[in-house]
Structures are given as C-alpha cells and as structure tokens.
C-alpha cells in the first residue's frame, strides 16, 4: 500500500503541557482523561473531530497531538480537566508548535 503525498495528508498541531497535580500520574491516567474532559466538554463527535492523541509523557510533561482546525477546542478540553484519580490536577499547556522536533526543543527541553 502505498503511503499518502503530503499536501494530501491530514495537518496536526502539538501542545507541550506540564502536569501540575498532587500525585504523579501515568500516561495512561492522562489519556484517559484528557478524552473523557473533551468528550464530556465537546461531546463525541467534536472530539472525534480534534483527533486528540498523547504522544508522550515523561518526568510531568508531554505532548498532545490535534488537528491543527480543532486547536482551541482541545486546549478547551485540556483547560475543563480537574482532576486525575480522584485526585486535583491541572495540564498546563506550554505552547504550540507544528512539529515534534520544534514543541520539544522550544517547551520540553530542560534550562541550563
């Protein structure tokens, strides 16, 4: 099967967030629910539509992937989350970028 051109491919966007919570929690936990928050926030389909995938998650931050149209509608859902376990926490966005490579070197990468 041949893979699909470019310009034909859907376009994505990464949000870099921090998790600032009162325990740690696993990626699972996070993707668990950031997806209940926007199905809950957007209903089914909308969030269907944002295509919202974690993509990583290490030492309290990570990266979310989005269709680049549904931008403001994830960072809405992420924005509705409170609490992970039971327990209160929030996902900080970072910022937004159009690659991997760059919301990593611009958002995740340690100062120093």
Same mark, same amino acid.
């Given at each position: 099967m041949?893979?699909?051109?470019p310009s034909?491919r ?9 998790l ?7 990626r699972?936990d996070?993707?668990?629910e ?6 809950f $926030?957007l209903?089914?389909? *909308?969030?269907?539509?944002c295509?919202i =995938?974690? +993509?990583?998650f %290490? ?13 403001k ?16 926490a929030?996902?900080?966005v $970072?910022?937004?970028s159009? *690659? ?5 070197? =611009?958002? +995740?990468?340690? %100062?120093?």
């Amino acid at each position: 099967m041949k893979r699909l051109l470019p310009s034909l491919r859907a376009k994505k966007r990464y949000l870099a967030f921090e998790l600032i919570s009162e325990e740690p929690a696993s990626r699972s936990d996070i993707v668990k629910e950031v997806m209940s928050s926007a199905s809950f $926030l957007l209903g089914d389909i *909308t969030t269907s539509d944002c295509d919202i =995938k974690v +993509l990583g998650f %290490e030492n309290g931050k990570g990266i979310i992937q989005c269709s680049h149209t549904k931008v403001k509608e994830t960072r809405a859902s992420i924005a509705a989350l409170t609490r992970i376990n039971g327990k209160r926490a929030t996902l900080h966005v $970072l910022g937004t970028s159009g *690659t991997v490579k760059r919301a990593t070197e =611009k958002f +995740l990468q340690d %100062e120093g």
